[in-house]
């Protein structure tokens, strides 16, 4: 399984819940904090959902 790293760049205040529990779930708590994870179809599910806050990339 390949890894990817996943950094939170934008904050999740004034986004729905569902995204907000989405973020933390992938376990990013605040703002530039990052995480290595495996490319596996749910995390890259809950990755497409967040996008828009998240940088991603290869590892």
Same mark, same amino acid.
């Given at each position: 399984?390949?890894?990817?790293? !996943?950094?939170?760049?934008?904050?999740? !205040?004034?986004?729905?819940?569902?995204?907000?529990?989405?973020?933390?779930?992938?376990g990013? @708590?605040?703002? @530039?904090?990052?995480k %290595?994870? %495996?490319?596996?179809p749910?995390?890259?599910?809950m !990755?497409r959902?967040?996008?828009?806050?998240?940088?991603? %990339? %290869?590892?």
């Amino acid at each position: 399984m390949k890894k990817i790293k !996943i950094t939170l760049v934008k904050s999740p !205040i004034d986004r729905p819940e569902r995204q907000k529990l989405t973020v933390r779930a992938l376990g990013l @708590n605040k703002t @530039n904090s990052t995480k %290595e994870v %495996e490319a596996t179809p749910q995390i890259l599910g809950m !990755i497409r959902k967040v996008t828009h806050l998240l940088k991603v %990339e %290869e590892v």
